[in-house]
């Protein structure tokens, strides 16, 4: 398992992540994982599913509402870059970052796969 780690305003946490899909619309998903003395346990969920707003394959929205250490923690570990596209959904605005996904399918090959037989159902 690979760890990162995320700088919050309290303190530094370590975490892994997963590939998953958003079941509603088959769009990619990134979720936090922490490690306790009982094994992972989640942390966070990186992207925000969005249905009503546009994407791009390997695209995802950032969940700055909930993690406003989300774009620095990508880019600082290089796992997406920023498309300058943004989406609104309540009163948040959340950004569009292109995910590598060759760097996500290292760090989760079984999830990646699964991704990659959906992506091409992205609505």
Known sequence: MNYFTLKTEFKEVMVSLTVECYTANNRLA??????DEDGPEPFSLLTVNLPDAPIIKNGAYLD???????EEFVCQ??????????????YCTYPL????????KKLDPVGY???????????
């Open 30 to 35: 990134v979720q936090l994982w922490v490690e």
């Open 64 to 70: 700055t509402n909930n993690l406003k250490y989300a």
């Open 77 to 90: 570990h290089g796992l997406a870059t920023k498309t300058g596209t943004y989406a609104s959904s309540g």
């Open 97 to 104: 970052y292109t995910f590598d996904m060759e760097q996500l």
């Open 113 to 123: 796969e699964a991704y990659e037989r959906k992506a091409d159902d992205i609505q």
